[in-house]
C-alpha cells in the first residue's frame, strides 16, 4: 500500500521551496525516500514478496536518477536534500 494522502502531504510540507511546489526534483525525491523506508520495513516481515522488493529497487533507481539531475542542474539544494533526508552521498 502506498503513502496516504496526509503522510504525503506532510512529505511535501517539509522540502517544498514555496507554497506550490509539489513536483520538484527535490520533492520527488522526498516522497521516493518516504515510500523506500515504508517498503523496507514490509520487506523485513515479508521476505519473500518478491513483487514488492521489485518496486522497491524501482523506487531506488528513480530517486537515483533524481539524485543525480539535481546533483548538476542546483548543488546547493542537491547537498541540502541529502542532509534532510539523511542519505549516504557526497
Known sequence: ??????????????????????GSSAVQ??????EIIRLTDHLKVHRKDNHSRRGLLTMVAQRK???????????RQYGSIIKKLGLKRS
Open 29 to 34: 525525491i522526498a516522497i521516493l525516500s518516504a
Open 1 to 22: 500500500m502506498a503513502l496516504t494522502a496526509k503522510e504525503k502531504q506532510k512529505v511535501i510540507a517539509n522540502i517544498r521551496t514555496h507554497e506550490k511546489d509539489t
Open 65 to 75: 536518477k533524481l539524485l543525480g539531475y539535481l546533483k548538476d542542474q542546483n548543488a
